[in-house]
């Protein structure tokens, strides 16, 4: 049984940065595939980053290409999600996941993930 646990979420000025982080229990993290999605009202969930195990080459999305940077921290069992140059459309719910390692983490497919927690708010606004 995986548990995640997402924080850091709240309301920033466009332009502004936020951390989420994505405490994980019952499991290391290292063994596993993360990754950060995120949906808005009336929108389909779409992945914005992940890392396949305990890291390497990250993904992201092409929409938070070279603002948004994704790391890993073993010693506290946390994924980060390092949010810059925010954006008012980048407003959502984030959520963090769980995959399985045994293949590179994908965005494209969530029901790959086999584990998610409760989310957390991001709202981008003036």
């Known amino acids: 049984h995986l548990q995640l646990v997402e924080s850091g979420g709240g309301l920033v000025q466009p332009g502004g940065s936020l951390r989420l982080s994505c405490a994980a229990s019952?499991?290391?993290?290292?063994?596993?595939?993360i990754g950060w999605f995120r949906q808005a009202p009336g929108k389909e969930r779409e992945g914005v980053s992940c890392l396949t195990g305990s890291g390497g080459m990250p993904n992201f999305v092409d929409s938070v290409k070279g603002r948004f940077t994704i790391s890993s921290d073993g010693a506290k069992n946390t994924v980060y999600l390092h949010m810059h140059i925010l954006k008012p459309e980048d407003t959502a719910v984030y959520y963090c996941?769980?995959?399985?390692?045994?293949?590179?983490?994908?965005?494209?497919?969530?029901?790959?993930?086999?584990?998610w927690g409760q989310g957390t708010q991001v709202t981008v606004a003036s």
């Open positions: 996941a769980a995959d399985n390692w045994f293949r590179l983490c994908v965005l494209s497919d969530p029901s790959e993930y086999v584990s």
């Open positions: 019952r499991f290391n993290v290292t063994y596993y595939n």
